[in-house]
C-alpha cells in the first residue's frame, strides 16, 4: 500500500539553524499539507499546498516557515531561523484531489537546543 | 469555523471490556468526521471516516463510531478492547475537499490488565 515517508525521523539543531524537513507524497496525490504537534498537545495545522502555491495557512506559519515541492516527488518545509518553540513533531500529509481523507507520514520530531 | 472537543483526556479500561470515547463538534457547515489513532512513537493513522450516508461507520482494528447530527457528537466504540488498543486517538472534522483538518486534543486510552 503506498504511503507517506518523511525524513529525518529525528533532528536536533541549535537555536537560530535552519533545518528543512522533508516528505514524499503518495505518487498521484495532488494536495499537500503540514502539520505539528507539541508535545502533550493537540495536532495543529500549518499549510497546504496545491500546483505549486499556498492554498492556506495558519498563523503558526509565519516568516520564518517556507514550503517548497522542488521536483516532482518531493516536498519540504524550511525553518528559517529556528526557536525553542518551534521543538515539535512535524507531520506531512497528501490528499488525492477530490478526496478528503489525507494520509500522514510518521512525522519527524525536531529538537530546538 | 469548526472545533472538536474531546472531553476526556484518558480512559482506563480494563482489557476485553468495552470502551467509548467522546467526541463532539461544532461547525457552521456540513463537516466530514474523522477519527486518528496514533500509537506510541508513531504517526497517525486513520481509523475511520464519516462522508455521509449510514450514521454507522466501521473502521479498522474492531472499532466503529455513530455520527449524530443532533447532538453534533461522533463516539468512538469497540466492544472489546486489547492491550495492543493502547494508544492516542484524536478526533478530527474537516470541511471536505483540501481543506485543514482540525483535531481535537485526543483521549489516550490505557488498558488495564
Known amino acids: 500500500e503506498p504511503e507517506v515517508t518523511q525524513t529525518p525521523s529525528h533532528q536536533v539543531t541549535q537555536m537560530g539553524q535552519e533545518v528543512i524537513l522533508r516528505c514524499v507524497p503518495i505518487?498521484?496525490?495532488?494536495?499537500f499539507y503540514w502539520y505539528r504537534q507539541i508535545l502533550g498537545q493537540k495536532v495543529e495545522f500549518l499549510v497546504s499546498?496545491?500546483?505549486?502555491?499556498?492554498?492556506?495557512k495558519s498563523e503558526i506559519f509565519d516568516d520564518q516557515f517556507s514550503v517548497e515541492r522542488p521536483d516532482g516527488s518531493n516536498f519540504t518545509l524550511k525553518i528559517r531561523s529556528t526557536k525553542l518553540e518551534d521543538s515539535a513533531m512535524y507531520f506531512c500529509?497528501?490528499?488525492?484531489?477530490?478526496?478528503?481523507?489525507?494520509?500522514f507520514g510518521p512525522g519527524t520530531r525536531l529538537l530546538v537546543l | 469555523a469548526q472545533s472538536v472537543t474531546q472531553l476526556d483526556s484518558q480512559v482506563p479500561v480494563f482489557e476485553e471490556a468495552p470502551v467509548e470515547l467522546r467526541c463532539n463538534y461544532s461547525?457552521?457547515?456540513?463537516?466530514?468526521l474523522f477519527w486518528y489513532v496514533q500509537y506510541p512513537n508513531q504517526g497517525l493513522q486513520l481509523l475511520l471516516k464519516?462522508?455521509?450516508?449510514?450514521?454507522l461507520v466501521k473502521g479498522i482494528n474492531g472499532f466503529e463510531a455513530e455520527f449524530n447530527k443532533s447532538q453534533t457528537s461522533f463516539h468512538l466504540r469497540k466492544p472489546s478492547v486489547h492491550i495492543s488498543d493502547t494508544a492516542e486517538y484524536f478526533c478530527?472534522?474537516?470541511?471536505?475537499?483540501?481543506?485543514?483538518?482540525?483535531f481535537g486534543k485526543g483521549t489516550r486510552l490505557h488498558i488495564l490488565p
Open positions: 500529509a497528501s490528499s488525492f484531489t477530490g478526496e478528503e481523507t489525507q494520509y
Open positions: 505518487s498521484n496525490h495532488l494536495y
Open positions: 461547525s457552521s457547515v456540513s463537516v466530514y
Open positions: 499546498f496545491y500546483n505549486n502555491e499556498i492554498s492556506e
Open positions: 464519516y462522508l455521509s450516508g449510514s450514521t
Open positions: 478530527a472534522v474537516s470541511r471536505g475537499g483540501d481543506d485543514k483538518i482540525i
